[in-house]
């Protein structure tokens, strides 16, 4: 069994930053890719940022020079640092594990509940 969660979320202005950590653990891989995703009412669960077990990194064009995604200190932790943020950022984000770390959500195996990030100008 696997549990991810994620933690940091919150309500900002325009501008300013945000630090969104994810831990999975139980019968976890050191193997495994971790990405970021968020969602909006109406919209469907978008991929944000992704790390590979080898360290490189991949941002959607909408976060790239903002977002930063890396690897905490304890295995399959993530952080992604939100700098910058604009109202568009607003939605639930999501962390997902699994072995195929690409922009699909169907290719994660596990996922965190989410937490709800809202930007106000």
């Known amino acids: 069994q696997v549990q991810v969660e994620e933690s940091g979320g919150g309500s900002v202005q325009t501008g300013d930053s945000l630090r969104l950590s994810c831990t999975a653990s139980g019968r976890t891989s050191s193997k495994w890719a971790m990405g970021w995703f968020r969602q909006t009412p109406g919209k469907e669960r978008e991929s944000v940022a992704r790390?590979?077990?080898?360290?490189?990194?991949f941002y959607s064009n909408f976060v790239k020079g903002r977002f930063f995604i890396s690897r905490g200190d304890a295995q399959n932790t993530a952080i992604l640092q939100m700098d910058n943020l604009k109202p568009e950022d607003t939605g639930v984000y999501f962390c997902?594990?699994?072995?195929?770390?690409?922009?699909?959500?169907?290719?994660?195996?596990?996922w965190g509940r989410g937490t709800q990030v809202t930007v106000s100008s």
């Open positions: 790390i590979w077990s080898g360290g490189s990194t």
């Open positions: 997902a594990a699994g072995r195929k770390g690409t922009t699909s959500p169907a290719d994660y195996d596990y």
